[in-house]
């Protein structure tokens, strides 16, 4: 594989502090040794090579890792994020930036400004709390951080693009020594802290000199026209200019609301971290850092997408196996092609999907265009696809922190218990290269969203994620789909109607080919085309987990499923 974002590296074990004197990397933290070893060891080679990596699954330890780094920074924090919300998670860390920007620290943060917090005397705030702190937002209607409807409007008429194509990146790099990057957004939901959905997710922790291209992507995004700094919006500007906004002077400002206790002596826990995270780190024979371009392309469909390339070159090496997890799976057409392709070059390949089930997703619909185009994924491409349940089997294994979340919500008053949505994004081919990023398998991550990531090739890495993403699969933690039995072959006269509707614009045949199945008690699992799978598994219908006979959610889907196929593209 090819590096993207290549650049040579010839990395230095000491940084210049703000003080003057010299500062390791990450000291005072397990991370440090690890940091000074990985770069002494690299010895010019390109940065693809020297790297160690882990797997971050759980959304509690994926927030206690990003607070432990933040307070052991010692030059620099570069943070892109698609969400920033201002709830408990996303104050918390914008309290730890700030604190470490009045150490020295040079904090830099661009977010989206599409569905971040767009409160403009919050921002206010934050772009007047130190020096070392600056902040971005990508791609402001109006150069406006809150624009009205009138503007959000004008802005769509005048540039479809601009408003259309977003910054999808997740990335964290800490000193240009460690990067995350993933799936994970700034939110309550992605760190096991929300009160009703909170997402399954995960991210690849990264040590050496990997974390120096990211760094480079990162500095590419900052320099952007379209990246705009909070005192250059116009709104922003006039609050500034007023004065009139709070200040968050003391911890005890920032309304934790008790969250974070044991998660706050946690993060200066030497021993426990160097056994949660620094352990788990293995060397892997080559790790790239994959990325678009800010802007992704000029037209409004990328046709050169850097991390599309990436990807489709991985996928185009599978002979056995292809194991993937998306949230959304709303193949275009080129990527069905890709699948027909692959298959028809390696007629025993084996493609699993793990995805959303209709009573976990998060996006009804994207979900509903999923839905539309099942019959083709199943009957078709042959994919094997499991929709995960919102309360899996493994859910205190995935989710340990729900008996904690359970309490909050009923001390609230909430009408629900927490739950599971799927929001990883990761792809296995071969047990040989594995990509764990921010890219979804649709038509926005394809072509319009910038994307990022690590696609790693080294076999035992390979291995690790795809046996986690097959647990995610397993019968008590996924409905599978497959055909349905419809009596005196209707399924063929069925397939050709719904196949002929499915490509044009108003969908609304009611009957699909495909189902929901559940396995029996006591049965064995076995993959849809087995002979004993109908004997084994038992048809829950199209919408297991619904709220009743005919919700509003099922009424959604079907009606987003009959007039949605134009909208396709930019799901």
């Known amino acids: 594989m090819k590096a993207v974002c290549y650049v040579w590296i010839m990395a230095a074990t000491l940084l210049p502090s703000a003080h003057g004197q010299t500062a390791k990397p990450l000291e005072g933290s397990p991370f440090g040794p690890i940091v000074a070893a990985a770069f002494a060891a690299e010895d010019q080679r390109e940065p693809a090579s020297g790297n160690q990596l882990a797997i971050l699954s759980g959304g509690y330890d994926a927030l206690l890792l990003r607070v432990h780094l933040i307070r052991h920074a010692q030059q620099s924090i570069d943070i892109q994020t698609f969400i920033w919300t201002n709830d408990e998670v996303g104050r918390l860390l914008m309290y730890e930036l700030i604190e470490a920007a009045k150490r020295g620290v040079k904090v830099r ?33 109006m150069a406006r951080l809150q624009p009205s409807h009138l503007q959000s409007l004008l802005a769509g008429v005048t540039s479809f693009h601009s408003v259309n194509q977003r910054m999808h990146n997740k990335v964290m790099l800490i000193d240009d020594a460690v990067l995350i990057t993933g799936g994970r957004n700034i939110e309550n939901t992605y760190y096991d802290h929300s009160t009703g959905l909170n997402f ?26 379209q990246a705009v700094a909070s005192r250059d919006l116009t709104d922003v500007a006039a609050v500034i200019a007023r004065g009139d906004f709070r200040r968050y002077a003391q911890r005890s400002d920032y309304d934790f609301g008790g969250y974070f206790v044991e998660l706050d002596r946690e993060a200066d826990d030497a021993t426990l971290i160097a056994t949660r995270f620094g352990a788990h780190l ?36 599978a002979k056995t196996q292809v194991t993937m997890q998306t949230p959304y799976l709303v193949l275009s057409g080129p990527a ?55 309360k899996p089997a493994t859910l205190l294994t995935l989710f340990p922190q729900f008996p904690v979340m359970e309490r909050f919500a009923q001390a609230h008053g909430a009408a629900k218990v927490p739950f599971l949505s799927l929001h990883a994004k990761s792809l ?48 008590e933690n996924s409905w599978v789909i497959a055909r349905r039995t419809l009596p005196l072959r209707l399924d063929i006269l069925n397939g050709l109607i719904g196949g002929i509707l499915s490509l044009s614009p108003i969908d609304v045949w009611p009957i699909q080919n495909t189902t929901s ?8 699992e076995v993959p849809p085309e087995h002979p004993a799978f109908l004997e084994r598994y038992r048809d829950v219908g199209s919408f297991p987990g619904a709220e009743g006979d005919l919700s509003t959610k099922e009424i959604l889907t079907r009606l987003y499923k009959a007039v949605g196929t134009p909208l396709t593209p930019v799901l």
């Open 109 to 141: 943060v661009i977010a989206d400004q599409l569905v971040s917090d767009q409160d403009p005397a919050t921002v206010a705030f934050l772009a007047t709390a130190h020096p070392n702190l600056e902040i971005k937002h990508y791609r402001p209607p």
């Open 200 to 225: 399954r997710d995960r991210d690849v922790l990264a040590v050496g000199p990997v974390a120096q291209v990211a760094a480079k992507s990162f500095g590419e995004f900052w320099k952007y026209k």
């Open 282 to 317: 293995r060397p892997v024979h080559r790790a790239d850092f994959i990325c678009d371009e800010p802007g992704k392309s000029s037209g409004f469909f990328s046709k050169t997408a850097r991390i599309t390339r990436e990807l489709r070159g991985a996928l185009e090496q």
């Open 336 to 390: 069905q092609k890709l699948i027909t392709k692959m298959q028809e070059q390696n007629p025993g390949l084996s493609i699993r999907v793990s995805t959303n089930s209709f009573a976990s997703t998060d996006n009804l619909f994207a979900y509903s265009a999923n839905y539309r185009l099942r019959n083709n994924y199943i009957e078709s491409l042959k994919l094997q696809v499991h929709e995960f349940m919102p």
């Open 428 to 475: 296995v081919v071969d047990d040989r290269v594995a990509f764990i990023g921010s890219y979804n398998l649709d038509p926005r991550s394809e072509n319009l969203n910038t994307e990022a990531g690590l696609l790693v090739e080294d076999a035992a890495f390979a291995r690790e994620l795809r046996e986690e993403i097959e647990r995610d699969m397993r019968a």
């Open 517 to 524: 199945y559940e396995l029996r008690p006591g049965a064995v």
